[in-house]
Every structure is written in C-alpha cells, then in structure tokens.
C-alpha cells in the first residue's frame, strides 16, 4: 500500500515535470524560431516548478534522498544515531506540518485576492492548491517515516 502511494507521489511529480520540460520546450522554439511567445508561457512554468519541487519534496524526505550533515551522526554510537534518527525524522514532520498549514493560508490568500497569470489572466490559487497538495504529501509520508525509524534496527 505505502509503495504504491510512494510511486503515485512519484509519478506525479515526473508528470509535472514532464509539462514543465515540454512547455520551456515549445516557448523556446517559438520565440527563437517563429518570433512568437506563448501568453503566460513564464507565469505558469514557474508555477509548475513550483508544484514540482514541492512533490518532489514528498519523496525525498520519505527515501532520505535529502541533504544531510552526517558530521556530528558518524561518530555516535548505535543508541545515539538511533535517538537522532527519531529526534530528526520528528522533527522534520512538525516542520513539513507548519509548512502545509502555512501553505494552505497562503492558498487562501491568494484566491480571495483574485491573483492571476499576466497575459490570460488565468487564476493562480490551483497552482497554489496542487503544490499544498505536495507539501501535504510529504507531511503525511514523513509521518509514515517515523513509524519506520522507530521499528528499524539500530544503526553500526
């Protein structure tokens, strides 16, 4: 069940991606060859990099593909990794938490100002919304993680 939800996580985030990649793609060939430009071209690439990065966020902390310091970890004995391992993974969920509700006001701010794109003027809250969506991914995998932390073995 976890790995499935893991692989969701991922292939929403390639899928992103993928859009983002295509879009820079097209509004390159366009302005450079045909002298034309997409409206909107630039406002919503970043949006969707930002939607991207926060998904992407999900499966790093999950896989512990984050950066790490192992300076003051490498030389604790088992028991003391172990401690850190737990004290970080918790730590780790209480900041993704107050980053998904902070987010999620920021959602809402941004919807009841009436934000959007410059040329179509398209909203910009759904973006806003899809990447809180991320952020509440990697919360609720991070979350997962700590069960995960607690029952592994200890560390050599």
Do not use: Q
């Not at 409206?39 to 999950?62: C, H, K, M, Q, R």
């Not at 970080?88 to 993704?96: D, E, P, R």
């Not at 969506?133 to 993680?145: D, E, M, P, R």
Request: net charge negative; charged share 15%; aromatic share 12%.
């Amino acid at each position: 069940m976890l790995g499935r939800a893991i692989d969701t996580v991922e292939r929403i985030s390639a899928a992103f991606l993928a859009v983002v990649t295509a879009l820079v793609f097209v509004s390159v060939i366009l302005r450079y060859i045909f002298a034309w430009g997409l409206p909107d071209a630039n406002d919503v690439t970043e949006n969707l990099l930002g939607i991207v990065i926060f998904w992407g966020i999900a499966i790093a902390s999950y896989r512990d593909e984050h950066i790490t310091v192992d300076l003051l970890w490498t030389p604790l004995s088992a028991r003391g990794k172990r401690i850190v391992d737990v004290f970080a993974t918790i730590f780790a969920a209480v900041c993704l938490a107050y980053f998904c509700w902070a987010m999620l006001e920021k959602v809402s701010d941004t919807r009841d100002a009436g934000v959007t794109t410059i040329d179509l003027g398209f909203p910009i809250w759904p973006y806003h919304l899809v990447a809180w969506t991320g952020i509440l991914a990697a919360t609720c995998l991070t979350v997962l993680k700590i069960a995960d932390v607690v029952r592994a073995p200890a560390a050599e």
